[in-house]
């Protein structure tokens, strides 16, 4: 799911999807209006799954997609050298996502730890571990 915002109301810290693949910006350059042209703007995200930089450039009134972000606690059930195994603290929901890329997180994913994942778009990612249980 996403909703429509103007390209101008970004900041740097926000999210957008470019060529469908939801971005966290990290970078907007904004210009002023030329003589026969309205205001640009150039914003440079990073892609939350893969890690690619993508560009968007356009007027600042130019509507783009904005992801909403599910983010939910779950609890590592099994680990292993490929996937994580996960269930929902809410709905006890099991499912299952992919070894993060994160070297912060890949030693910390251990059966009963509380873990923060974001659902994005129909996919998930784990974010950060909270604690144990």
Not at 94 to 105: D, G, K, M, R
Request: hydrophobic share 35%; glycine share 10%; aromatic share 4%.
């Amino acid at each position: 799911m996403s909703r429509p915002v103007d390209l101008g109301s970004l900041k740097e810290g926000s999210y957008i999807i470019i060529d469908g693949e939801p971005c966290k910006v990290v970078e907007v350059e904004k210009s002023k209006p030329g003589k026969h042209g309205s205001a640009k703007v150039r914003l440079t995200g990073i892609a939350i799954f893969t890690g690619s930089k993508k560009t968007v450039i356009g007027t600042v009134d130019t509507h783009v997609e904005v992801p909403m972000i599910d983010k939910r606690a779950s609890q590592v059930i099994s680990a292993t050298p490929t996937s994580v195994q996960l269930m929902d603290l809410q709905s006890f929901a099991v499912t299952e996502s992919q070894n993060p890329t994160e070297p912060e997180l890949q030693g910390k994913l251990q059966p009963g730890v509380e873990v923060e994942v974001w659902v994005v778009l129909g996919r998930s990612k784990i974010m950060r571990v909270k604690g144990t249980s």
